[in-house]
């Protein structure tokens, strides 16, 4: 390697003379958000999928930010995790674009036909913290239910959904 090109850090602007360096690696950058489905009848439904919910996010943001909402959150848009028994989701979206899918996420009233609201609980640069920030939001929902009059069957399937 030549001498001057040596002292050159990692990730410089593309230099016009000389031999081309390195373009800079750039990580994509996400937003995580761990979202609480409370359905207004208070069933579960375990006929729904990661897909259903997909498509319902999806047909919410064009409805709410049309076709150039879609093709900005598109390429990012994924369902990392999906729980119905704890009404528990992640979605992982772009980082520049996660305002839209927050407002698309809480404008959601309808998923199969049943009233839904959606409540984003956290919010992060990485998965690793949303699942912490779930795993706790699933101890303290354990605890609220053995604390409560229920059956000890319902206590019990309720430590088996976590």
Not at 64 to 81: A, E, H, P, R
Not at 99 to 107: D, H, I, Q
């Amino acid at each position: 390697i030549n001498a001057e090109y040596r002292g050159r850090v990692h990730g410089a602007a593309f230099n016009d003379s000389g031999p081309p360096s390195c373009p800079a690696k750039m990580r994509f950058k996400n937003r995580y958000f761990l979202i609480e489905l409370c359905f207004k009848d208070g069933r579960i439904d375990d006929s729904m999928t990661k897909l259903d919910f997909f498509n319902v996010l999806k047909d919410s943001i064009i409805l709410n930010f049309g076709d150039y909402g879609m093709g900005c959150v598109m390429q990012s848009l994924q369902i990392k995790y999906f729980n119905i028994p704890t009404n528990i989701c992640i979605v992982r979206s772009n980082r520049d674009d996660y305002r839209m899918v927050w407002s698309a996420l809480t404008l959601i009233t309808n998923i199969k036909k049943r009233p839904v609201s959606l409540r984003v609980i956290h919010c992060s640069g990485t998965i690793r913290s949303c699942e912490k920030e779930a795993l706790a939001f699933n101890a303290h929902w354990l605890d609220v239910i053995r604390a409560s009059r229920a059956t000890i069957e319902q206590k019990k399937r309720a430590e088996a959904t976590i």
